[in-house]
């Protein structure tokens, strides 16, 4: 399976911006997908992520109220709008998928994500 994410640029604070993420390949399960992001000299950092049946979401605190993930179930695609950019959320941001179910709420964990798209860059200037 692979992921195509697409979306990143420069914006200024206050402005928005939407993710895209592709899935494609031959057969592949899908669980749920999810947003990560890193910052130059910061860990990376669980964003969000959608359960694929039934579309349940997480949200980090950090984006909460802020950004919002969604799905095309059919085109096996994510989303991820951000709204009210801040500068502190300058980084690449990844997508990343879970095949498989692993436990009740296993998409809002970032340890079940086992396969990963290339990075998009996110820059918010002040």
């Known amino acids: 399976v692979q992921l195509q994410a697409s979306g990143g640029g420069l914006v200024q604070a206050g402005g928005s911006l939407r993710l895209s993420c592709a899935a494609s390949g031959r057969s592949f399960s899908l669980y749920a997908m999810g947003w990560f992001r890193q910052a130059p000299g910061k860990e990376r950092e669980f964003v969000a992520g959608?359960?694929?049946?039934?579309?349940?979401?997480y949200a980090a605190d950090s984006v909460k109220g802020r950004f919002i993930i969604s799905r095309d179930y059919a085109k096996k695609t994510a989303f991820l709008q951000m709204n009210s950019l801040k500068p502190e959320d300058t980084a690449v941001y990844y997508c990343a998928l879970d095949r498989y179910y692993t436990g009740v709420n296993s998409y809002m964990s970032s340890s079940s994500y086992d396969v990963w798209g290339q990075g998009t860059q996110v820059t918010v200037s002040s």
């Open positions: 959608i359960k694929w049946s039934g579309g349940s979401t």
